[in-house]
């Protein structure tokens, strides 16, 4: 029979059964993103875990002013904007979103 030993900051184990648990991922995840298509409006919602220490969001890869209002992000989107995806950065990762939004340039609306 064969006596596993495990020491740990000078405290010795005998013969246990250690298991270790990760940490929670806090990594950013965005679950829906809305409107997905011009719709008058000059913002784009985001809504999603792990948002709320945001420091940066794109839509199609051009930075907008945000706010976070819980774990919602509410983004402006830039006045050129045609379309393309979300991307959410905070000190934990990054995040893409699966789905794209269109916004007024590709419509041929004009922002006053």
């Not at 005998?14 to 991922?25: E, F, H, K, R, V």
């Not at 945001?54 to 199609?60: D, S």
Request: proline share 5%.
């Amino acid at each position: 029979m064969r006596n596993n030993l495990l020491v740990v900051g000078g405290l010795a184990l005998a013969g246990a059964a250690i298991a270790l648990a990760a940490a929670p991922s806090r990594a950013p995840a965005i679950k829906a993103i809305w409107p997905k298509a011009w719709l008058g409006t000059m913002t784009v919602e985001v809504d999603g875990s792990n948002l709320g220490d945001a420091t940066r969001v794109t839509i199609g890869g051009q930075a907008a002013s945000f706010r976070v209002k819980g774990q919602r992000i509410i983004a402006s989107v830039p006045t050129d904007f045609v379309s393309g995806h979300v991307e959410v950065v905070t000190p934990e990762g990054r995040v893409v979103s699966r789905g794209w939004v269109e916004g007024p340039a590709a419509t041929g609306v004009e922002l006053q």
